[in-house]
């Protein structure tokens, strides 16, 4: 059993802020992974390559690294860039791709080498860590994260109706991929927060950590 507890789920039901909030509250170390796949968007646009034709010599040439829970791109910070529109639906092109996520593969389990770990993305438990001591798939409506993101986001140019339809596009697409899609692993522990606040959610995760000891 892996020193993990994986958080996957579909973007906007707030699972980066639970697993940061987790971690920061178990002591452990939080890792967020669809940064990694920004991470290749954004090299990629950096130095002109094709995302639909991401060679060897590209991924390669690529060193992924976390230092403090930052993550560096050949030693740079990419900071607020990878939260873009633009690299968000990249990084959702290039998760598509069975040569990114084999690439992205032992990145992702090192992580796990020095001590627990909360990761957080959409195939932690199904893929990445079969094994992880705790698996949760935390979600919500599609009409409470849009409702989220327009209350958090006040220079949001697009519409409730436009919102919901980007969401429910990039679920599609991360649900529906071939490879390692978006899905609930038969072990996870479902939590709809869509009527709880981050608050409740952490709490109930925390509770259910420390109600159901692991051995590992
Ligand atoms: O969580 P996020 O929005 O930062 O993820 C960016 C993209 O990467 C998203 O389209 C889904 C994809 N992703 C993935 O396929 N597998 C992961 N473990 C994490 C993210």
């Not at 709880?196 to 995760?205: D, F, T």
């Amino acid at each position: 059993m892996s020193k993990v507890v994986a958080i996957d789920g579909p973007a906007g039901a707030g699972k980066s802020t639970v697993a940061r909030l987790l971690a920061e509250r178990c002591g452990f170390t939080y890792v967020n992974t669809g940064s990694l796949y920004r991470a290749i968007a954004w090299a990629a646009a950096g130095k002109g390559v094709d995302i639909k034709d991401l060679k060897d010599d590209f991924l390669m040439g690529l060193d992924l690294d976390y230092v403090d829970g930052k993550l560096l791109v050949n030693g740079v910070d990419p900071g607020e860039e990878l939260r873009s529109s633009a690299c968000s639906a990249a990084a959702s092109f290039v998760a598509t791709q069975p040569r990114v996520r084999q690439f992205l593969l032992p990145v992702q389990r090192n992580a796990a080498m020095k001590g627990w770990i909360v990761m957080e993305g959409r195939d932690i438990g199904s893929v990445i860590f079969p094994d992880a001591a705790y698996k949760f798939f935390v979600t919500a409506s599609v009409e409470e994260r849009a409702r989220r993101r327009l209350e958090q986001n006040a220079n949001e140019t697009l519409t409730f109706e436009e919102i919901k339809k980007l969401i429910s596009e990039r679920d599609y697409q991360d649900s529906h991929r071939a490879e390692a899609p978006l899905c609930q692993a038969e072990d996870a522990v479902l939590v709809d927060t869509s009527k709880m606040s981050i608050e409740e959610v952490v709490a109930h995760l925390c509770d259910y950590i420390s109600q159901n000891p692991r051995e590992c």
